[in-house]
């Protein structure tokens, strides 16, 4: 099972992934090994299972709406590649 | 001093005959002069090492050490250390250094152990051979030709060298058990949320789950008393009191049912594995314990289930790294779309791009419930055929994987090859069950992994069916050749 170049496009733009023409090729070799892998499960009978989102059926915990954590902006943006005025800096976006 | 265990340097910290800062040096030293073979350490933390073992000194000759005071590990790169490159195996965190701990971390400091480094490890955790790693693969200590078993195959590695008695792993498909298993050492996944998943680096987070390996069953429960934590910060961490890990482990094994799987022991299973694991089912019986013949029917569909829920989660969590807060961005990029595509392009390495693109498959419009809503569908059945099981038996034995330690690029070229070497370790992360592995023999002089899976949180009873067996086997306490001395 092979993908069509235009189907890896396309997942590429989703993931935000720049993907070379050379590479399309054994991409879409490689994904269609995996998927016929996963094909396999089209032949389990699921019928009236939910799915499992948890393994011990926890249910997510909530927290009080309270702030609880102190304020590390300063520490985050040391890391950052570019950031000024406590902004994040990317490429310009709007003219 | 190296072929001390944890247990074995705790008492002789407590008695005096050597401080940390000594055996901090002497491990130090020995990652300085043998890891170049091996390649398992990515960061060493030399200078916070030698203050922290002074630290701990002062705490041992005051009397107010706990328990793990003055004790070297590793840490694998996957969890975030405050100060220190936390780089998860990947291009695009080589230059990341957190302003944070995990809270693993965070008990180890609290516990007063020693940081010697971070451990090299498949990117993002994905992998089964060490061969992903931006940094280069790891070598097995018992065969440099071959690879250690991923994706904590850095951990493994410096353990079965000596490089450091113990050390931090986390496991999503077996990347604690499969390298414990290759490298000869002793390693346990514990039950999903019993371990916090905060600053562990997320690959699929409704399977990862952070664990110890050490050489013995024994220095697991340590490490296991110190790792496992009810956690806040992590919302699906379990709020349930931790036990003391190392009280039961003396425990006589009489009457203890162990459930033996036969789709644990079909087609794919290396002979001489297959040899070494009856043999270590039959020390069992020696042992007191009964053999119950049982059945997991769905094991088959694990593989594939896991291949859609962690590749899936996978490209969720991933998507954080775009250049933008921390980490590797691109040169130059004309506008924003450009810096998310070639930023990613450049810092995900083949295997970590691949699975991006399958989860982003299976999650996009119109494939979501064919895939990712059947698989998890599917986890359901492989959880009820534990759960049934379980009603008969106490614990699991099998082996860890399909065979020992394969050679570098046996299994570069198929991605499907490399996946079934979790045939056998998959299907307890899909049901959120504990597992591990410890020594069991040798083939080739390849070392082989017995596997324990126990039920939702039975690792006492895992970790003293464990000590029992190396009470009375002595696989644990071989040493790669060259290695001993």
Known sequence: ?95 | MHNFTITELIDGLKKRVFSSEEITQHFLARIKNLDSEFNSVITLTEDQALESAKLADQLLAEGSASELCGVPVLHKDIFCTQGVRTSCGSKMLDNFVPPYDATVIENFRNNGAVMLGKTNMDEFAMGSSNETSFYGPVKNPWSTDSVPGGSSGGSAAAIAARLAPGATATDTGGSIRQPAALCGITGLKPTYGRVSRWGMIAFASSLDQGGPMARTAEDCALLLNCMASYDDKDSTCIDRPVPNYSVNLGDSLKGLRIGIPKEYFSEGLNAGTEQAVRDSLAEYEKLGAELVDISLPNTGLSVPAYYVIAPAEASANLSRFDGVRYGHRCEDPKDLEDLYRRTRAEGFGDEVQRRILIGTYCLSAGYYDAYYGKAQQVRQLIRQDFTQAFEKVDLIMGPTCPSPAFKFGAKGNDPVAMYLEDIYTISTNLAGLPGMSLPCGMVDNKPVGLQIIGNYFDEARMLNAAHQFQQVTDWHQLAPAGIES
Do not use: C, W
Request: charged letters at 30%; glycine letters at 4%.
């Open chain 1, 1 to 95: 099972m092979s993908i069509e170049k235009q189907t890896i496009e396309n997942l590429a733009t989703l993931a935000r992934l720049a993907v070379d023409d050379e590479r399309v090729e054994e991409i879409s070799q490689r994904l269609g090994s995996v998927l016929e892998l996963v094909d396999q499960l089209q032949a389990a009978d699921t019928s009236g299972l939910s799915g499992l989102d948890h393994p011990l059926n926890e249910t997510q915990r909530l927290r009080e709406d309270k702030i609880n954590k102190p304020n590390m902006r300063e520490a985050f943006q040391a890391i950052a590649p570019d950031t000024e005025d406590d902004l994040y800096l990317v490429p310009k976006v709007i003219d």
